[in-house]
């Protein structure tokens, strides 16, 4: 036990967990708080508005695996990282938020730049807490960086009071902490996995999908084998893309609203369907009448709260998916003889493939220009994308070889996500070059984050498919409003090359995929923050496409 | 729908209660009624709801419920043996000499007692399952319910078996 401030007792209960990066913005009510962080080697981020700063600690989160931290002041600042928990706690990404409060005594006036945090955060974090003691604040951090990283990942914040940060208490800093309501580490039942392996062994035509709790529990290998095994097909969610090499010749590559031809023609003939950490968002599904109607399905998930939520399974393992596919595995190897390529099916594969990455290949299309940034960016380099069309071109077309090589906001879909989240990644693997997809919509909303990633040091590459639409309403307004454009129109963008450079970044114009992947090749070679403006064609629709309210197979490849 | 009863033991402090109300306004669960209160000798609160829901958001709530990172024990209760009352305090206008009668063979005969009489007002208290309140009131209506205050129901399983 030792006396110290709660300030103090702050900043080493994050020096305990490891922290490296506290990513933030300032103000009165963390004053405190900041004035000891002078005396931490935890290096803090500034950023230019909290949303970002949120959005960078969720990337560092989402590329090193262990929870991102941002910390804000109250009222203003609190409700700036609300679209960021959300963000993160639907993908399930480890964020530690840490907000400061107006002191304890003014808590309920309506005090200056007071709001309750607790109350707004509540159903956008996985678990919340209020300090109402100085003594409270290693147990508090401790709580939040193990709830966050534990079980399904999630955003947890802590609401620090100002006069909770200067009061002085007996501190004590546990190792471990326990709760009566909260034990995420589920062991996979055996039996379960037995009838899972049995079901898996028998079928005719078993499909895979895999989503971001494969890759959250470093199951990638043990579900390629799986596959591999069973001559199952493996396509994924958004979340779980990279959970197969694109290349794989048992690769479906994404199901869903957007996916490749050949996950939603398969997806649907499966006779069993192992569903790994993936929930059945209706973006994958589709309309669950058409999706996979005669598959007995088997789910796998760490949250039991996910099993039979939205579609019903014959099988359910709560558990670690990486525990599970193992155990399943074992068990169909003891069941089935193994060794053979299916070769029809990998035929069939292959010409799906084909389909999907011909259906545009005009010279600057959506495709096109994903496959040129592909070809720029070296094997050992993370992309992540803004949202929008952009996001599902490059869903569809970056290929990766396996998990941490791309990275989305999916569950919540947050325009403005990948320029912070790019540059707290970058953070997380200084080594790697670092790649943001964006959009001219998505990009504006957050490019403010340039100037940290200049002034800071962590050099991001931008590509900016500019159509000067929000392209992927004006999409749904062409296919399904009859060409009623309306409130798709954005406000003049500034000229992105010398807003860049109005940053200390380099801005480049590209007009061809060629100019694409010099301007790529040259920022990564000369670690400079590059933004690369693409002029595209505002009338291009992504596809392929289900119509909302369709069945995979109910798959548009073109026209309109 | 079905009504069902849930019993969840919760984290006795400051903010669970809300967090629970805003699980089930979030998930736009239909909350009958809802009761509170400490465990005796525990740091623990016991909850009990009843929810109008079919089976797969019934399993919802449960799960959703138990993933709170406050609640402690989550339970479905089983209706065959459930014993469950709520208290009912009752205010009558009574200046009706034959209505006084009446309101007060009708307490008498759910059961009820007669805590405080005024010339004009009598108050009662009626524990029962929710039904039969239900009953007691459809009967006490046509004589004149000044006001009245529910519980909601505290419910429990008969039997060897235990929530924690």
New interface residues.
Partial sequence: MTEMTGAEAYVKALEKEGVKYLFGVTGAAIIPICDDLLKSKIRYIGGAHEQGSTHMADGYARVSGHPGVVQVTSGPGATNIVTGLATAQLDSSPVVALTGQVPLSMVGTDAFQEVDI??IT??VT??NI?V?EAVEIPHAIKSAFY?SSTGRKGAVLVDIPKDTQTDKADMVFPDKVE????HPNIEPNSQEMHWAATLLAKARRPVIIAGGGAIASGATMELIELAEMLQAPVATSLMGKGAIPSNHPLSLGLCGMHGRCEANYIVPEADVLLVVGARFSDRTTGSLRGFAPNARIIHIDV???E???NVDSITRIVGDAKLAIRGIREKVAQQRNTGHTDEDLVKRIKEFKAQSDTLNTSPLSGPEVIRAIRRAMPPDSIVVTDVGQHQMWAAQHYDVRGPGEFFTSGGLGTMGWGTPAAIGAKAARPDLPLLNISGDGSFAMTENNLAIAVDEGFPVTVVILNNGVLGMVAQWQRLFYNRRYSTIQRPKHPDFVKLAESYGATGVKAESTKQIETAIKRSIKEKQTTVIDVPMDPEENVYPMIPPGMGLKDILLGGA | MPLHTVSFLVENKPGVLFKVANLFRRRGYNIQSLTVGPVEGSPLSRMTVVVDAESRILNQIVEQLDKMVDVVKVKRLDPLRTLSRELLLIKMKTSDPIARIEAVNTVNAYHGLILDVDPDILIAEVTGPTDEIDEFLKRIGPIGIEEMSRTGAAAIERGNVKLA
């Fill in positions: 607790i109350g509540a159903s996985k678990h209020q109402m709830i709760f009566r309501g909260y949250d039991r709260s099993i039979d939520k």
